[in-house]
């Protein structure tokens, strides 16, 4: 693996924080808008820009690129996964590319973890691959995100299992029932399974959120499944934001009713297209996203180091 320290650049400097104060905070969503600008889309998850506020966050780390005094970089490094390397995001501000910034940030990360990293690269862009090959990494997942037209939504009723029945939720009534269920669903998937009280309030407290949407199927009282939609209001885009079932619950129909559900739901907002993000090797949810008339709109791909 080559991964040659870049060459210094006048007035560059990296600073690695465990957390940001406010004024650094609005820096980095400013570079992240403007990059999402040019881009046409995030370069960080929004988990990770849920975690640019609210100071410190166990395992989080943040690296402020500057030249000579002005942000032009920023990566999040995060490391919870008790199994996976840390995984990391980052950013260079679009009229300062081209100068080995990305390079400097990326071998940043590699020295504070020990050169065992996993670094999301959204768009999958040509720029991202070749950083990615000056850095030693190699591809080892690939995020689709697929979309379909939600007029018309040519889908049958839904049809639930029997004995299910299916509600929306109530925040600060539904939350630990619905976080465990969440980390069952998920106990496979680290970014997901391991969401906290903490994730579900920065959510919750997000613009976005709406209860209405929000909807959880039960059998006997208890939760066995959910679908949590999410409406991108300038984008005029509906997401299927996650759907999850219990182990014992899957199988008989209702994740594809739930998430039936939820897409009536967004259509009756008249919203035009519905989007949704799906491992690419999960073939069985993919082959049911693409029954129900989705297809892959972009890729994001997620590099690592061999070690």
Do not use: C
Not at 146 to 156: E, F, G, M, N, Q
């Amino acid at each position: 693996m080559t991964t040659d320290v870049p060459l210094p650049a006048p007035g560059r400097e990296i600073q690695a924080l465990d957390a940001l104060d406010p004024a650094q905070a609005d820096a980095v969503l400013d570079l992240l808008a403007e990059a999402a600008g040019s881009d046409g889309r995030q370069a960080v998850s929004e988990q990770g820009r849920l975690r640019i506020r609210g100071g410190h966050r166990d395992g989080v780390r943040h690296f402020l690129l500057t030249v000579d005094g002005s942000l032009t970089g920023y990566a999040q490094l995060e490391d919870t996964d008790p199994v996976e390397a840390p995984a990391a995001e980052l950013v260079v501000r679009p009229d300062r590319r081209g100068s080995g910034h990305g390079r400097a940030l990326g071998s940043a990360l590699l020295a504070a973890t020990g050169k065992r990293l996993r670094v999301w690269a959204h768009g999958g862009g040509s720029a991202a691959r070749h950083l990615a090959q000056v850095l030693g990494l190699s591809l080892f997942r690939e995020l689709r995100q697929l979309r379909r037209s939600l007029i018309p939504l040519d889908l049958p009723e839904p049809a639930l299992p029997e004995g299910v029945t299916v509600r929306t939720f109530t925040p600060g009534v539904d939350d630990a029932a619905w976080l465990a269920v969440n980390s069952a669903a998920f106990a496979h998937h680290p970014e997901q399974g391991s969401l906290t009280q903490q994730d579900l309030d920065d959510r919750k407290a997000e613009p976005w959120f709406d209860p209405k949407g929000f909807f959880l199927a039960e059998r006997d009282g208890a939760i066995v499944g959910f679908h949590w939609t999410k409406v991108h209001a300038e984008e005029q885009l509906g997401e299927v934001y996650v759907v999850g079932i219990l182990p014992e619950a899957q199988g008989g129909g209702l994740g594809k009713a739930l998430t039936a559900i939820g897409l009536r739901h967004l259509a009756a907002q008249q919203l035009p297209t519905a989007m949704l993000y799906v491992d690419a090797d999960n073939t069985a949810a993919v082959a049911v996203y693409e029954r129900m008339g989705f297809t892959t709109h972009e890729v994001d791909l997620m590099y690592r180091t061999e070690s």
